[in-house]
């Protein structure tokens, strides 16, 4: 089991920045894929972005342009640079390991989560 601890997480006005942490316990090269999710209260948990060993990323329509994933391996770490935030992007935000071959925005499909970063975006 991976234990990944998420860091960086606060409050900014729309238009600001903030990049996200999240601290694996284990060599992540050895984790394929790796993304950030996000919940907000009363609505489901959502993808964000993913992003797997060898580099390829996928990102949801709201963040395109906007966020950036990636990933430092020899850090065991993985990033979410958010720019231009909106209050829409306010949310708890989570990152998560899945080991399977191939990567997936749906997260039913992640084995391992951290305990999540409160991100506030206020207008």
């Known amino acids: 089991q991976v234990q990944l601890v998420e860091s960086g997480g606060g409050s900014v006005q729309a238009g600001g920045s903030l990049r996200l942490s999240c601290a694996a316990s284990?060599?992540?090269?050895?984790?394929?894929?790796m993304g950030w999710f996000r919940q907000a209260p009363g609505k489901e948990r959502e993808g964000v972005a993913y992003?797997?060993?060898?580099?390829?990323?996928r990102y949801a329509d709201s963040v395109k342009g906007r966020f950036t994933i990636s990933r430092d391996n020899a850090k065991n770490t993985l990033y979410l640079q958010m720019n231009n935030l909106k209050p829409e992007d306010s949310a708890m935000y989570y990152c998560?390991?899945?080991?399977?071959?191939?990567?997936?925005?749906?997260?039913?499909?992640?084995?391992?989560w951290g305990q999540g970063t409160q991100v506030t975006v206020s207008s």
């Open positions: 998560a390991a899945r080991v399977s071959w191939s990567c997936s925005l749906d997260f039913s499909t992640y084995n391992d």
């Open positions: 284990v060599n992540t090269n050895n984790i394929y894929c």
């Open positions: 992003i797997t060993t060898s580099g390829t990323t």
